[in-house]
């Protein structure tokens, strides 16, 4: 893609409506707009970051099992009368009456809908176990809406929910999503800490928080010292097998999100302890028979016997994520993108747009790196150097290669990895091989 082409409106200063870092630097990468408070379009940059992360997080569902659906935005309000949870919920459910004065709601979650499709599909424990998921906009009309995409009313979801017959298939369930999301959150250079949490408004007697430490975070978290440590070879786990034994280790670890922490446990750590700030990226719930007992969904067991199914749900904020990455990979003068998740993979700075040795240069290193499946930016415009070199630090891209009149002369480009500040000269092909080999 040509800059000089792509839509990318940057800002110059930060907006005095942004609060945190990646609020700031999401409006002056150009990455979004605001419609309404709490609401925003996702302008081409961040809207790769966006596809970027959602294919991992589906990748990882998919690996671990669950079969992806889509289910509607607008619900019935009928199936959550059913569940009790209609007048419960609260203000944050958007209420709304069609032309025919039917109940609707927005869908800021969607237990009562899975477990409506489940109940009229499914009969016989023959058909369990089963992993359903879908990744779709959910909106929840937040008194306060901060923090830009952190703290928005309107985001994107990814929601999976497991039946089972029993509590050992719900609880085999739950761990191949607890490891699911670790590696998901590995796979986008996040450390995520799971945490004791309380499961809120969707219920259940057991559920976890997956939180990144930052010093924006939402809300104060604790955990022991030694799980900021632990390194798990998470990756080579076969997604089917039974993951206890790697849940009984990570959770064997004090770690508490605020509603749950034990004052008295924490004083016996001493320095030990870790008291942070954490930012929420996942939250996964067992709530057993609660919405299958509610809502009627049975089926026959082997003895022919109704039982109601065993329930879990897993949520990850697909959208908060591209916040959380920010809050976890920045420094002052922008992004710095896990390579995963980049907009794009390289940055090409033409210093001299319009000298034909820079002109050259530049389309060669573009066409050379699109054709080894790289996804380049090339920076063609007619603008100073310094404007080119802090957009280019602002949007965070892995890597750089500055092709300039100077450098050419003596047939070199620089090199600039963007994580690193590190900067070397080298040819066009040196560069190049780096970029594209399997090590590069």
């Known amino acids: 893609m040509r800059l000089t082409e792509f839509f990318m409106p940057t800002l110059k200063e930060n907006p005095n ?107 016989s424990y023959r058909d369990l176990p089963k992993m359903l998921y879908h990744i779709q906009w959910k909106f929840r009309d937040e008194v306060r809406p901060r923090f830009g995409i952190m703290r928005g009313r309107e985001f994107l979801m990814k929601d999976c929910y497991s039946f089972d017959l029993d509590y050992d298939g719900a609880r085999r369930a739950y761990n191949r ?49 030694d799980l900021l440590d632990l390194d798990m070879d998470l990756m080579s786990l076969d997604p089917r097998g039974d993951m206890q034994s790697t849940v009984d280790t990570l959770t064997s670890y004090y770690a508490a999100t605020d509603e749950k922490r034990d004052a008295e446990v924490e004083a016996g750590f001493g320095d030990d302890l870790i008291v942070a700030r954490g930012i929420e990226v996942g939250h996964i719930f067992y709530f057993g028979t609660k919405y299958s007992e509610a809502m009627n969904a049975t089926v026959n067991n082997e003895k022919g016997d109704k039982v109601a199914i065993e329930m879990g749900s897993y949520g990850i904020g697909v959208s908060r994520l591209v ?67 802090a957009d280019m630090d602002l949007i965070g891209l892995p890597w750089q290669i500055i092709a300039g009149p100077r450098g050419l002369e003596s047939g070199v480009v620089e090199l600039k990895s963007r994580a690193s500040g590190a900067r070397e000269e080298m040819s066009i092909d040196a560069a190049l091989n780096k970029l594209t080999s399997p090590a590069g």
């Open 17 to 123: 409506e942004a609060q945190i870092v990646s609020h700031r630097f999401m409006l002056r990468a150009g990455m979004i707009r605001q419609s309404s408070a709490g609401i925003y379009s996702w302008l081409p940059l961040g809207h790769r970051v966006l596809k970027k992360i959602e294919q991992i997080v589906r990748e990882e569902q998919d690996r671990a099992g669950a079969q992806e659906l889509l289910m509607p935005t607008i619900q019935p309000a009928e199936i959550w009368r059913e569940s009790g949870r209609y007048d419960d919920y609260g203000k944050e459910m958007l209420r709304i009456t069609d032309r025919h004065d039917r109940d609707m709601l927005y869908g800021p979650t969607n237990e009562e809908l899975i477990t409506e499709i489940f109940r009229d599909s499914v009969r």
């Open 323 to 389: 916040g959380g990455i920010i809050e976890a990979c920045h420094d002052e003068d922008g992004i710095i993108w896990p390579e995963s998740v980049a907009p794009f993979d390289v940055g090409i700075i033409n210093l001299r747009a319009g000298d034909e040795k820079c002109d050259a240069a530049a389309e060669e290193i573009y066409s050379k790196l699109g054709n080894a499946g790289k996804d380049a930016l090339l920076d063609d415009r007619d603008q100073r150097g310094g404007v080119k070199f």
């Open 177 to 225: 999503m607890f490891v699911a999301y670790l590696r998901t959150f590995q796979r986008l250079g996040l450390k995520a800490i799971p945490m004791a949490a309380d499961p809120g408004p969707i219920g259940g007697d057991m559920s976890h928080e997956f939180m990144i430490l930052a010093e924006t975070g939402e809300s104060e978290v604790a955990c022991h010292k």
